[in-house]
């Protein structure tokens, strides 16, 4: 398929575009993302037995993509971002079961159309606040709608919007602005690599609302309650046994204390709704 034009290309995939390359490099080292990782990887092994056939939104260079590729499941990831899906698509050379597509989230009625013979998918996630970057919620759940079989489930992790994690580091670092952000509702201004975007810091009821009727809420989960936000990087990762005590903190709280992640996974079921028009 053609790759979007840098002028249809989302101003966030084109500010992502600018670090592909260098992505899992700059991140993947960092100890607390790994712990973050750690937990919604847990949580998708447990929701998509082996062998289901699974969709990820935002997937980036495709590093979740490939741990369940390995484990015996089969992925197609999209991501808005023609570099990020580039990157991915090298890391899977080998592997069976594997695709990547350029589509954005709000592109995904297009993307069903395009698979309109194609079976339905199992399940779909999205991890690491690849929505936040979304503006259109209700039409990324037509189109995801469209694309998952009545019964099947998605795991959603976006942002939490109150986060005492981020308190703490952003005002350690005399960043006041950046302590309350993420209690700012519509479209947040953000820079990455002097590119300028905009995020969105969705509540879950945002989310639930948008959704409805296609997916209901099936529970959701904290992820860095304790675990700090990539902001304490890299100070953190030269504190592992730190670390790992926090951790071990975020296993016992992540689902009462949800709602003070620096990321929550949002459980949603596929009802048998269908998408109209």
């Known amino acids: 398929m053609s790759v979007a034009s840098a002028s249809e290309t989302p101003a966030a995939a084109r500010a992502f575009d600018t670090m592909a390359d260098g992505f899992d490099a700059r991140f993947g080292a960092w100890l607390s993302v ?58 899977f050379a080998g592997r069976p079961y594997a695709q990547a597509e350029v ?27 690849a929505l936040n970057c979304v503006t259109d919620l209700p039409a990324f759940a037509r189109g995801l709608a469209r694309l998952l079989a009545p019964g099947a489930p998605a795991l959603l992790v976006v942002f939490g919007t109150c986060c005492p994690g981020e ?43 948008a959704l409805s009727p296609w997916f209901r809420p099936a529970g959701r989960q904290g992820v860095g309650v304790f675990v700090p936000p990539s902001a304490a990087e890299p100070w953190i990762s030269r504190h592992p046994r730190l670390l790992a005590g926090l951790e071990a903190l975020d296993r016992a709280v992540s689902r009462p204390l949800a709602g003070l992640g620096d990321h929550v996974l949002h459980r949603f079921v596929r009802t048998d709704a269908e998408v109209l028009g």
């Open 34 to 91: 790994a712990a973050q990782r750690r937990v919604v990887r847990a949580a998708l092994a447990e929701a998509f037995p082996e062998g289901v056939r699974l969709l990820e939104v935002g997937g980036g260079t495709g590093e979740d993509a490939a741990w369940l590729l390995d484990r015996g499941r089969q992925v197609l990831l999209t991501d808005a971002s023609p570099s990020m899906v580039r990157v991915a698509r090298a890391k």
């Open 103 to 129: 589509a954005s989230a709000e592109g995904l009625e297009a993307l069903a159309e395009r698979r309109a013979d194609a079976p339905l998918f199992d399940g779909a996630y999205s991890n690491f606040a």
């Open 167 to 209: 308190w703490l580091v952003e005002g350690l670092r005399g960043r006041p602005g950046a302590m309350v952000r993420r209690f700012a509702r519509g479209d947040v201004a953000a820079r990455l690599n002097g590119q300028a975007f905009t995020v969105r810091y969705h509540r879950s009821a945002d989310l639930a609302r």
